[in-house]
């Protein structure tokens, strides 16, 4: 029988010990994030996810497509204001979730891309 549950959890400091999930994802959870909290978000995704396992990042695109959904996700961010519109403006200017990738150390098994190029699919393996 499988079971499921939910825990609240700072996602800074996962409250899981290291190597305990098989598969582990984010979606558009980081864009919206300071550089930092983006870095220790997903160096907390590694420590969960076993070696080998797979661990899939979800968000814009970078750069944005010229293109109504372009045009509409940057509209959506700027009325979102204050510290999420930073966070925004620096996901996008540090290279979006390709420098997340590099900077990890992550290896890119494939990718896909939706909504005309606006979202980026990546699935990685946590080598």
Same mark, same amino acid.
């Given at each position: 029988? =499988? @079971? @499921?549950?939910?825990?609240? /959890?700072?996602? *800074?400091?996962?409250?899981?010990?290291?190597?305990?999930?098989?598969? /582990?994802? &984010?979606?558009?959870?980081?864009?919206? *994030?300071?550089?930092?909290?983006? %870095?220790?978000?997903? $160096?907390?995704? %590694?420590?969960?996810? *076993?070696?080998?396992? &797979?661990?899939?990042?979800?968000?814009?695109?970078?750069?944005?497509?010229?293109? /109504?959904?372009?045009?509409?996700?940057?509209?959506?961010?700027?009325?979102?204001?204050?510290?999420?519109?930073?966070?925004? !403006?620096?996901?996008?200017?540090?290279?979006? =979730?390709?420098?997340?990738? !590099?900077?990890?150390?992550?290896?890119? =098994?494939?990718? @896909?891309?939706? %909504? $005309?190029?606006?979202?980026?699919?990546? *699935?990685?393996?946590?080598?």
């Amino acid at each position: 029988m =499988l @079971t @499921t549950s939910f825990q609240l /959890a700072d996602a *800074k400091e996962l409250p899981f010990p290291n190597g305990y999930f098989n598969y /582990a994802s &984010i979606s558009f959870g980081l864009h919206d *994030k300071p550089r930092l909290i983006r %870095k220790s978000v997903v $160096s907390e995704i %590694k420590r969960v996810v *076993k070696r080998n396992g &797979i661990i899939i990042l979800v968000d814009f695109n970078v750069p944005l497509p010229q293109s /109504a959904f372009g045009l509409f996700a940057q509209m959506i961010e700027f009325f979102a204001g204050g510290e999420h519109y930073r966070s925004f !403006k620096d996901y996008l200017a540090s290279g979006g =979730l390709d420098s997340i990738v !590099k900077e990890h150390g992550l290896v890119e =098994l494939n990718r @896909t891309q939706l %909504k $005309s190029g606006l979202v980026g699919v990546i *699935k990685l393996i946590n080598d």
